[in-house]
């Protein structure tokens, strides 16, 4: 009668050994698969930091590069207002959108008759375009070129003797810095355009833009 109950013992202790073995299986396979996710997660999460590290350059270099036309444009939309209602203001064009626009307006809608004086009407819109050159982005210059035109004096010259044009370039350079304009911001000269007509062109320059420019005004002339 002893017999069948060792049988039973060993059968029942083969039994648990199996179901231990069984639960070790299942408890290593599930640390496995855990295992992998995490790798799988940390691969995963490397990747997301690289391409949110890539984003944020390419994010950092397109505000470097699109500041400064930006901001050009905005000096640009500025200064478009401030002569669209202007009186005698011929033509507004952009040459270059965010760096380069040319305005053309009468001489007389900006002097008094056959005088080299600014008119008084005229003074709140100098104000305010010397307000826009002095808006420069830092490391950037708005500049401000005004060209008169004159008649020629002999074949294709200009005129070398004092004249009304001379007179009244020098007049709106002293009017805008004695108003406060940027030293830097503003030349003056006379042009080959039409007599009694004058084009005003504004930059927007960069360092080396700004550095070529005057490498270039004050380079010998070429013989």
Known sequence: MNKPKTTVRRTL????????????????????????????????????????????????????????ILAGQVFQDKTTELFATALGVQKIEIMQLGKIMR??????????????????????????????????????????????????????????QQSLEMRRAGAFVREMLSRGAPPDAVSIGMGHIEKGQVVMWFYVRSPNDAKKFYKRLIAPPEE
Do not use: C, H, W
């Not at 996710?37 to 990747?47: C, R």
């Not at 104000?127 to 002999?154: K, N, T, W």
């Open 13 to 68: 202790i083969a039994r648990n050994d199996t179901t231990v073995l069984q639960f070790l299986s299942l408890y290593l396979l599930v640390l496995a698969f855990f295992i992998l996710l995490v790798t799988i997660s940390t691969v995963d999460k490397k990747k997301v930091e690289a391409v949110v590290d890539s984003i944020k350059s390419d994010a950092e270099q397109d505000k470097r590069e699109s500041g400064p």
């Open 103 to 160: 305005i053309q307006m009468t001489a007389d809608a900006l002097f008094e008759p056959e005088k080299a004086i600014i008119k008084k009407s005229k003074q709140p819109l100098i104000d305010r375009v010397i307000a826009a050159l002095s808006s420069r982005p830092s490391g950037y210059q708005f500049d401000m070129e005004f060209v008169i035109g004159s008649a020629y004096s002999s074949g294709r010259n200009l005129p070398t």
